[in-house]
């Protein structure tokens, strides 16, 4: 992979080449922005061009053919060092910042950081998930993350930063990464194979917020399905809220096998639902505005106004919904819940008509 | 590539060069050894990226140059239970086939370009050092690292290498071990070199020096140092950070010198420990004419009074040590031998030393009792 083959964040990446050619690297980086845009990529190439040995020191560009360079594709480099969260586990525990038990200060990244480089002219150390470092990681590394041994490049990757120590915050120089465009995403997902259909493909790009690995979710057609689903119910005259719900909730546990995947499904169905009121409320407001002055139908008007006010109502509930998102919430209950309000809405709404 | 191998040479090898391969780690490659045939030696390689070992296998005959990856604990339970005395291993793109007299395995293999490489020893420039001796000042000083600290250079051994002599030194801040040695310098060595080798090499170090090693070969590279014995090679990253200056911390002066013998003394030293807990690790060393008592009092479990007779004739003092850090030094060495004990007072630090080049320095503890 090349530095041209990146898609999108070609600012950041200028001023990272920017930083290296007039030798201004900091010693800490954070790549900050959302999960599934590129950060790591970005990180990886970042930490492939400054450990080979063939490129001049202000040149970020790797020479894929020395030693480094191929120990850094087999995922052999010594001098790279990576650190993620474990798989499955929500905290990347201090055992992999400064060891643990017998081992602590004699494995883990900070005492990998004490030796000298092995194959290039320095070390890199990769840590990911940061903001899943839990008070006891952060305040083991904060010494290392500070004043490293000379050579030293560490970059954190956070797609929540705000969830980071301030101090580590404040000892890392931060470079915010943005969500792609929609096109982008599209033009990702047919360059990695995903799918052929670029219509499929741009109907997933917008929903995807930015993010390949939404993006990557979405590839399930059943998400697509519960999107149809719950905006023929919604579009339908009448809500009929224990009935709708209950189906609602067997086609996202078609999906989810345990609590983790049933959040998640309930947010891609608050997400579904977010998006279709606010298409509503857009086609709202071009109704609203063809009105010619002239037209003289007040009550047309009126109307328009309501069902807008209504709509803004209904899009209020169901972003009240998802803000509640990470509450830990029952899931069904909040599904019915919701529903019901909606459909309270609604015939108040209709009451007024 | 087909070889054909003594068992016995491969299986010590291969014995040796597992002490540096990870038990554990996430880079799955390194948990291969690396055989390595060139036109003049076959070796073998392990490595986990701090420490590497090369070592030349002895007894093996190949057809023709290359290498092979060879997965550690799967062969070395291939060699451990096949009972014939040769063993032919044959490596084709798809698999390594190992053969014993009736059994026959078919393993799969990995790249070995994906591999770090590890070049064999070429250095021009190197001291020459005995190896019992090299291993004795191992042993003298290692045990004195702090490797839980995060002061990482304290975790490693020192390595001050002269022209003329080598010297080694090891602090955990409350005690201090330095030794040296005399050394020969091959070829020409710059201006003096001190490389902070960490703990875990150290004690590979120790344990792979063989006996009849006559001497070892100690070169120190940008960021590594590499030491050959006999048929292996030892390459380890050095630690990156600053190592005290060892050199000011030792006193030059003295009130007062005691003669002891290290085993006696040890054993006293040993009694002494019994009565101690983690709240009161401290015994007491009453000095008084031609006789050390050692008082120990832990409050939970009772006290303890050891005499220990010397030929002393100063004031009497009483200094508190940590009888672990006495214990540690006196184990090292041989039962017969000679050790001063040099005094200043119970707030300075006390020297132990054998001989002119083995000195150990040990901070006495607080009196609060």
Known sequence: MKWSDVIGHQIQIEMLHEAVRRQRLPHALLFAGPSGIGKQIVARLLAKALLCVQNSETDLQA?????????????????????????????????LIAGEGDERGRSGLCYDLSLRPMLSRRKIAIVDDADCMNAEAANAFLKTLEEPTPDTVIIMISSQPD?????????????????????????????????????????????????LSQAAQLLDPRWRELRTMLWTGLSAEKLETGRFAAELLEQMESKASDAGERRNAWSWLLRFAVEFYRNELTELTRELSDFAPTDNTPNGVSNCWDRLERTNQLLDRCLEEESRRD????????LEAWLTDLAQLR?????VR | MKLNCHRGSLSSALQIVSGAVPARTPKEILKNVKLQVTDSEISLIGTDLETSIRHVIKDCESDQSGEVLLHTARLQSILREIPDERVALEVTPEALIVKGGRSRFRLAVQDPSEFPTIAAFSEENYHLIDAATFREMIRRTIFSCDVESTRYALGGVLVDLGGDSVTMAATDSRRLSVISSPCTVHGTVGETNSPVIPHRAMSLLEKSLAEGDEQVKLAVRGNDVVVQAGQSTLYSRVVDGRFPRYQDVIPKEFNATIELVAGPFYSTVRQA???????????????????????????????????????YSGSEMKITFDPRFLAEFLRVLDAETQVHFCLIDPQSAA????????????MPLAQDH
């Open chain 1, 63 to 95: 020479c894929e053919t020395c030693g480094s360079c191929r120990s850094f594709d087999a995922g052999t480099h010594p001098d790279c060092l990576t650190v993620s969260k474990p798989e499955g586990k929500a905290i990347l525990p201090i055992a």
């Open chain 1, 163 to 211: 969830a980071l120590l301030p101090t580590i915050r404040s000892r890392c120089q931060m470079l915010r990464f943005r969500p792609l465009k929609s096109s982008e995403i599209a033009e990702l997902v047919i360059r990695l194979e995903w799918v052929d259909d670029r219509q499929v493909a741009e109907e997933i790009a917008a929903l995807s917020d930015g993010s």
């Open chain 1, 327 to 334: 509450d830990n919430l029952n899931v069904s209950l909040s």
């Open chain 1, 347 to 351: 015939r108040k709404e209709s009451a």
């Open chain 2, 273 to 311: 420990q019994i009565v101690t807990d983690q709240e009161s690790r401290g015994v007491d060393f009453e000095f008084s004419a031609d006789t050390l008592t050692l008082v120990s009092k832990a409050p939970d479990i009772g006290e303890s009074r050891v005499e220990h007779p010397i030929s």
């Open chain 2, 351 to 362: 020297v132990f030393k054998v001989g002119e080049s083995y000195t150990y320095v040990i």
